[in-house]
């Protein structure tokens, strides 16, 4: 095992420990607390918070993939070719506006809670992976979809057979970004109500409890590490099996 990969799993066991037994750590966090102030956040359970935060970067995340990828599929179709302008544009809603700015519009009609947050996440991720889907899905070898074409395919079956596969990896590391992005950007879901890890943050800058910030803080830091390195591997692993990993390092 290597050095990273040793890190990866002490963090890991770490972050486990801090979300299952918290109390374990009081020690290290009532070095930034006050007196007068809990180590421990004690205003919900972080582990049953953690689960809920990463619930909503899961299924913003998934309905951004879901709508990126398909409109990525039309519009390098020949019959969607000339949608190209308008699907970037849409794609581009989510990085025009600030997160902040879609909460606000979104609260007054779908109310407090979770909702406007899976509606910011959701435009907020469009865009990595409608990007990354076009760029894998236009530069396919052209010896591959010829040959394709060649032994008869359909254009569905070239689609499903040849061009996904060789694109997943670079579709990946759209997904992988659009994730990072979210699982931070979650944290303000909690100005409107949403179960977040945000709420230990701000309880923490309210209060004057450092303790509490960092925690948050910490928790949202290494599910961002571990996650983009999860993805990362499966993303080289992908590449290895398509042959491209290869042809990238040549």
């Known amino acids: 095992m290597t050095i990273g990969n040793l890190l990866r799993v002490l963090a890991f066991a770490i972050l486990v420990l801090l979300l299952v037994n918290p109390d374990l750590f009081s020690g290290f966090f009532g070095l930034f607390a006050r007196d007068t102030q809990p180590a421990i956040y004690n205003q919900g359970n972080l582990l049953d918070i953690t689960i809920n935060h990463l619930g909503i970067v899961l299924a913003a995340t998934l309905a951004s993939t879901i709508i990126a990828v398909g409109l990525a599929i039309i519009v390098t179709r020949p019959f969607g070719a000339e949608f190209l302008p308008l699907s970037r544009s849409l794609a581009n809603v989510g990085q025009t506006f600030p997160p902040v700015a879609v909460l606000a519009l979104a609260v007054p009609m779908l109310g407090f809670g979770t909702a406007p947050t899976l509606v910011a996440l959701f435009l907020y991720g469009l865009l990595p992976i409608f990007e990354n889907t076009l760029t894998g899905l236009t530069n396919l070898p052209p010896a591959v979809t010829d040959a394709a074409k060649g032994v ?19 579709i990946l590391a759209g997904i992988r970004l659009s994730t990072v992005i979210s699982l931070a950007t979650a944290t303000i879901g909690s100005t409107v109500a949403a179960r977040t890890l945000g709420e230990v943050i701000i309880a923490g800058l309210t209060t004057g409890n450092t303790a509490f910030v960092l925690q948050g803080g910490l928790i949202v830091g290494v599910l961002a590490v571990l996650i983009y390195d999860a993805l990362s591997a499966l993303e080289r692993t992908l590449m290895l099996r398509t042959g491209q990993l290869g042809r990238a390092s040549a």
Request: proline share 11%; no cysteine.
């Open 152 to 170: 008869g395919m359909t254009g569905w079956q070239r689609l499903v057979k040849i061009e996904l596969p060789l694109a997943l990896p670079v």
